[in-house]
């Protein structure tokens, strides 16, 4: 949750710095700058880990799958190995 | 085995910086499996003169063994998957959707602001396929297309693309640079974390960044071209940018959404483990080919190599310090810095997070394989903390994985400049500038206040607990918006002074990149800080550590861009437009 | 200039050897290396055909391709089946040597020797249908008739006395071996069989040829004949099995590698193998943006990445547009020429065609 409001404001923040940058400096124009920063920002959120969002507790072994090819591959190899003695 | 680690680190500093700067003019995937194998041979022919037979038999294993397989697999995923994307058309329906957002009360503004971020959306593993892909695109706004965009308000939109481009690689599922770190961290230190701990700093950074990018370019780009005041063409007589998508276009862009959406929640179907990332965009992208009809050939044409040779050829460099023992040569060093009163940890730690802004290679993820386990190892060896380690391992990825932008070897950032038709070098200051004074730092602080407290286990339980209270929320906030307000100053201030002569600019430069160097120190010191007593040492030593640190590091950058402020010709195309 | 052998002969390889050529020959590999894919590639390439002799019917109206593959179809089905069922009661006995499922035994009288103290020991072990078993069958008796061996007399002799004593018909020992033959593995079930104390040799000769004897009264064959083996080499790990990552990774390496190799073999356009696709070139070229058949080219980043897919003809046309400044090669940040690489390319292609007509003048000739 904490994750998701830091996004936002951030996400409002640079929308507003990045229209400013950008030379539009009417009030509708940096408003609409930053409505596109807090979008983005509210998508991104949404795309992250979901740990991000602060949950609680974790089952266990959870995240390990990512490197988790890397070792099936030798897995696969190794259990070919013992089927075939 | 001293002496021959110090052979082998000297030659592998030595190539790299030699190819940096252009004396060795060969790619550096070449250069790098050119020291592999010259390692390799000394090893061999070293430990054959000392009878070391245990080790000669084991040099060969370990230089392989260094090898990640399943970043490589993952980013050989990921760019299958963009080229599939590219050829189906995926890139052409993204450029319509976004040109029809302009129609709703997002408006223009809220319409480039989007677009700068769509990297940051699409999560692909490499920025340049997206670049390649949405370049065009953003010409189209320019003077030369519908002429919405004033030529500097085009360079400014380019420059923040390709910052957002550039650093998208590192908080990628799909074999993003960061799973490296992650990793690392997750295998020791947070045994839950490896599904993402830096995604969250990475993101965060990585907006402020950008719009940093685009403050930057836009302070300096005024300062060169005062007089482009008006538009070019009137926005209702301008050509609006023409886009034909056909159904396979959004088809492939909904089968990637899924894709991707099932990538990142799949680790919550524990049954489902098994199916890694890599399948799924395989599958997916098998899926695209014969929906969309697709053939091998147009999907090769959009797929980058460059990111996955780096990948290996990084990993075996790597792999040829360890044998030999030039890992730890360069862990003495390091460590010999560290006892350096003057620049202590902190120091040492500042210029360690900087390293890879110092060595800008064409991709992050060479010099990644070298420097993660380096600082895991030197952290714990100079006793740090694991959440400090988790700090400055954040802040170390978010410039590592910005570091091709600002490469003369082909990094990405050529790709903008190319495209703005500026001579070389043009952004690559703004790009090291965001990457050294911006984002490491804030990297930092939102690890420190946010990301670690999910990831943190409570001691007496062993549990995963969640510590975040409003007052760290309050603390991140305050603390982004004090680096963020110091470094507009800096912005401000260096764009008053600079001028057309480049001697002059260079010192300005230099000296602007001094203060966001200490910026960066303070900062980092603070965050480490802000844990616990970093290496025993009290608050000022060590905020005078991270300040002479970060000057360091910053001075090293500095001198290693070649700048140039001399930006895209405007009177060129003016003139090539009303011809 | 004097071309390199090597350079000769990979280029004739090139020439050669056009993709669907090299993507078989990278299957076959790959089948070799990982069992795991074999059923699958193998079958990606039956698809592939069926889709191919489908296309050819539709347009020829010529069905005998798919009615050849449909037959090699029934044909692969029926030599399946016949090596699964071979497998399914190779597994099924050996699963009987190895774990605790029964034997499944044949009933009559059946005979082994082992090396005892004093020379071979003689067995018969006779298997009768009892109805109790789960397989039906249980050794009735173990014999052992002193007349077929010499420890007469001996310490061994009077040891396989009371061996064939112990093991008579209806005896709790023969009892208690037919439970072991069920429920646990063979080898364990003959540890039970009583060692004569000081007689330890011929004890254990009398063990072995036992276990020789069930293993000869065994309904199976104990081995996979060189039929199945030959059929289960590209057969035995079955999709089920299959890694998906496996596959995923070696797909994706067999395209990757498929589509580079083809700069390499080609002299003079290697060097596009290393482009990074940062179009410094582009910014660089007078040309930089060509529109050719309806498609938008990056000039001349799309020509060097089109030398390096092998698509001469695109460079072809492409090369067109060059002006030949050399402007991108100064600014190439690692020094690929794009002219050089695609005056290669158009020349490689020239040289094949040429090659082509006279191969074919030569054909006509002949016929
Ligand atoms: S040599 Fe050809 S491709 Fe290269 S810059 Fe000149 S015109 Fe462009
Ligand atoms: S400049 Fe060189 S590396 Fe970059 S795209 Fe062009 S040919 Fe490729």
Known sequence: ?85 | MEILGTITLLIFIVTLVATLLGWIKMPVQTVLIGITLVNIVLALIFFGLQGMADELRLVPADVIGRIILHPVTALLGGLFMGGVLGAAGGFEAIKAIVNRLRKTPLGLAGTLVILINIPLITMLPCGRIIAAALLPLLFMFGPEGSGTLRKTQLIVFIAAFARNSFGSCGPSPVGGVAQIAEGTLGGATFPDAAAGILRGPQVFSLMIGTAFMALFIRFVTKRLYPEDTVQIKDREGGVEPEIKVNWKGYTSLIIFALALLTATFISFIPSLKFITVQAIFVAASILIIIVCRVSLGDLMTGIILMPATAMVAGFLAAGSLYPTGGMQVLQSIFKGLAAFPLLGVVGTLVILVQAQTILPLSCSRILTAVFVPLIYVFGKGVGLTDLQIGIVMAAYIINATTSCAPSPLGGAGMMAEGQLRAETGYLKGAFSFTSLAVMAPLAAVFMRFITLDVFARNPQTGQMMFTATWGHLGQTILWSLVIMAAAYGLIVVMSRLITASLGRNRKVLIASFGLGGVLCGISLALALRLGEPVAGTSLGVSLVQGIIGGIIAAVLIALMIQVSFAGPPLKENVQAVEG | ?367
């Open chain 3, 1 to 367: 200039m004097e071309t390199a052998w090597y350079n000769r002969w990979l280029e004739a390889f090139a020439a050669k050897a056009s993709r669907p050529w090299r993507l078989a020959a990278f299957t076959f590999l790959i089948s070799l290396l990982y069992p795991g894919t074999r059923f699958f590639l193998l079958a990606v390439i039956f698809i592939v055909l069926v889709v191919k002799s489908v296309e050819y019917g539709v347009k020829n109206g010529k069905w005998w391709g798919l009615k050849a593959l449909i037959g090699v179809f029934l044909f692969s089905c029926l030599v399946y089946a016949a090596a699964a069922a071979e497998a399914y009661r190779v597994a099924r006995y050996r699963r009987a040597l190895g774990d605790t499922i029964p034997l499944d035994l044949k009933t009559g009288i059946y005979e082994a020797e082992a090396d005892g103290a004093r020379g071979p020991v003689h067995v018969q072990v006779e298997i009768i249908e009892t109805g109790l078993s789960p397989t039906g069958n249980l050794i009735h008796r173990i014999d052992s008739p002193l007349e077929l061996h010499r420890e007469t007399g001996s310490i061994g002799g009077n040891a396989i006395k009371e061996l064939n004593y112990r093991y008579r018909p209806g005896t709790e020992k023969i009892r208690a071996l037919n439970k072991d033959l069920i429920t646990r593995r063979l080898d364990q079930a003959m540890d039970s069989i009583d060692g004569i104390t000081g007689a330890t040799l011929t004890s254990r000769a009398y063990r072995k040829a036992v276990k020789t004897a069930i293993i000869k009264a065994h309904r199976t064959p104990k081995k996979l004949s060189t039929f199945t083996h030959f059929v289960y080499f590209f057969l035995k790990n079955e999709i089920s099995k299959i890694s998906f990552n496996t596959l995923a990774i070696i797909f994706i390496l067999i395209v990757f590698f498929d589509y580079t190799l083809q700069g390499l073999l080609v002299r003079g356009t290697g060097q596009a193998v290393s482009c990074m696709n940062c179009q410094t070139c582009v910014g660089a070229c007078p040309v930089k943006r060509v529109e050719l058949d309806g498609k938008e080219y990056a000039f001349p980043m799309d020509m060097v990445l089109a030398a390096r897919l092998g698509d001469y003809e695109l460079v072809k046309k492409l090369s067109w547009f060059c002006v030949g400044c050399a402007k991108c090669s100064g600014k190439c940040p690692i020094g690929i020429s794009a002219p050089s690489v695609a005056s290669a390319g158009v020349r490689f292609l020239k040289a094949r065609e040429a090659e082509k007509e006279k191969a074919d003048a030569g054909g006509g000739r002949h016929g």
């Open chain 1, 1 to 85: 949750m904490f994750t998701f409001i830091v996004f936002i404001i951030a996400g409002a923040l640079t929308g507003l710095i990045t229209t400013y940058a950008l030379d539009m400096k009417t009030r509708k124009e940096l408003a609409q700058g930053t409505r596109g920063g807090v979008i983005r920002a509210k998508i991104r959120a949404l795309l992250g880990p979901k740990k991000m969002s602060g949950r609680r507790g974790a089952s266990p072994g959870r995240a390990s799958h990512r490197l988790a090819p890397t070792k099936e591959i030798w897995q696969t190899k190794n259990k070919k190995k013992t089927s075939r003695r």
